[in-house]
C-alpha cells in the first residue's frame, strides 16, 4: 500500500510569555492507506497540537506535510479547500463539537452544502439517511438535537459528520474517551469496520493505550513534544523498549483481582514545554538515568527492525 501521509520533522512552537513552548518537537511519521498509527502520550505532550497541524488547522513552526505525494504548505488556496475534503478530525467530547441549535439532519448535511457536493434537499436527504445507517443511528434521531441524544449516538453523529465527504484520512482525538466503556467498544467496533469499507487512513490520538491496541496498525508514543518510541502495535505491547512506554504499560489496569504489577510504574510529572534544556526530556523521571542522559538529547533509532527508540541506554534498560 501507499504511504498516503508523510511527516518529516514537524515542528509546532507557541511564543508564550516564558519563551517558546516547544509542543511538537521534531516528529516524523508515515501512515499508509486503510491503515491506523495510535499516537499515545501524557496529557500535554503535543497529540492535539500534532494532529491540528497535519489537519492544517495551526500552522507548522517547520517541518513537512505530503498528502498524497503533494507538499500541504505549498498548495493554493482551492486546492487546500480539495485537500480539507479529504482530511477530517472526530473529536473526543461530541457534545461540544456538535452545533447545540442544529439537529441530526443539519450537522451531517453541513459539509455537503459548504462543498456543494450535491445539488437537490432531495439528494442531500437520501445521502444524510445513508450515513446515519452506515454510523448505526436510527433514521427517527435525524430531527433530534445533541442534547437529547447519549454520549454514544452524539459520537455516531460526530463521525457521520466526518464521513460525509467521503475523506480518505481522518484524525480521531480521542474519540471514545468521554463515553462508557461498553459504548467505547461499540464506537471502536464501528470506526474498524468503516475502515476496512471505506479503506480510511486514521490517526488515532488516546492518552490510554488500551484503546489504541487493537485498532492500530503502528504507534507513536510522545513525550514532551517528541517521538521517543515507534513500532508495529503488537511489538509495542510485547517488547516495551524506552522506559516510559514500559511505565505506561505498567499503568493499565490487570483485570484480575488482586493482581500484582512487577514493573516499575511512573512516577513525578512532565517537566516544562517551555525552552526546554538539552538532554531527554524523560530524565526527571527515568529509573536508571546518568550524566549523558542530562547532557545530550538521544535521537530516535532503528533498534531493531521497525522498532524505533529514542534512549541514551536502551541496551541497559532492557538487558540486551
Ligand atoms: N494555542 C496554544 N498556545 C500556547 N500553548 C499551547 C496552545 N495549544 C497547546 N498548547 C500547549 O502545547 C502543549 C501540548 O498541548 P496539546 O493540547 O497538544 O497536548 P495533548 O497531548 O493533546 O494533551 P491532552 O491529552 O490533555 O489533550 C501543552 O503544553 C499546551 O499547554
Ligand atoms: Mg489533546
Known amino acids: 500500500m501507499e504511504n498516503i501521509l508523510e511527516v518529516r520533522g514537524l515542528k509546532k512552537y507557541f511564543e508564550v510569555s516564558g519563551g517558546n513552548l516547544h509542543a511538537v518537537d521534531d516528529v516524523s511519521f508515515e501512515l499508509k492507506q486503510a491503515e491506523t498509527l495510535g499516537v499515545v502520550g501524557e496529557s500535554g505532550c503535543g497529540k492535539s497540537t500534532l494532529g491540528r497541524v497535519v489537519l492544517g488547522l495551526l500552522d507548522a513552526t517547520d517541518g513537512s506535510i505530503l498528502f498524497e505525494g503533494k507538499e500541504t504548505a505549498r ?14 478530525m472526530i473529536f473526543q467530547d461530541p457534545y461540544s463539537s456538535l452545533d447545540p441549535r442544529m439537529c441530526v439532519r443539519d450537522i451531517i448535511a453541513q459539509p455537503l452544502l459548504i462543498y456543494r457536493c450535491l445539488n437537490s434537499k432531495d439528494e442531500i436527504d437520501n445521502r444524510v439517511a445513508d450515513i446515519m445507517q452506515t454510523v448505526g443511528l ?170 524505533f527508540v529514542a534512549c541514551h541506554h536502551v541496551e541497559r534498560v532492557n538487558d540486551m
Do not use: W
Open 75 to 88: 498548495l493554493n488556496k482551492n486546492e487546500r479547500f480539495s485537500l480539507r475534503k479529504n482530511m477530517q
Open 138 to 307: 436510527d433514521i427517527r434521531f435525524a430531527f433530534s438535537y445533541p442534547h437529547e441524544l447519549d454520549g454514544g449516538r452524539r459520537q455516531r453523529v460526530g463521525i457521520g459528520r466526518a464521513l460525509a465527504l467521503n475523506p480518505k484520512f481522518i484524525v480521531c482525538d480521542e474519540p471514545v474517551s468521554a463515553l462508557d466503556v461498553s459504548i467505547q467498544a461499540q464506537i471502536l467496533n464501528l470506526m474498524q469496520d468503516l475502515q476496512q469499507e471505506k479503506k480510511f487512513s486514521y490517526l488515532f490520538i488516546t492518552h490510554d493505550l488500551s484503546v489504541v491496541k487493537h485498532i492500530s496498525n503502528n504507534i507513536m508514543v510522545m513525550y514532551l513534544g517528541g517521538v521517543i518510541e515507534k513500532c508495529e502495535s503488537d511489538q509495542l505491547f510485547e517488547h516495551p523498549l524506552h522506559p516510559y512506554t514500559k511505565g505506561l504499560l505498567a499503568a493499565i489496569p490487570i483485570p484480575v483481582p488482586g493482581a500484582k504489577r512487577e514493573r516499575e510504574l511512573l512516577k513525578g510529572e512532565l517537566s516544562s514545554p517551555i525552552n526546554p534544556k538539552p538532554g531527554c526530556r524523560f530524565v526527571n523521571r527515568c529509573f536508571c538515568p546518568t550524566d549523558l542522559c542530562g547532557r545530550q538529547q538521544p535521537s530516535l533509532k532503528e533498534i531493531l527492525p521497525g522498532h
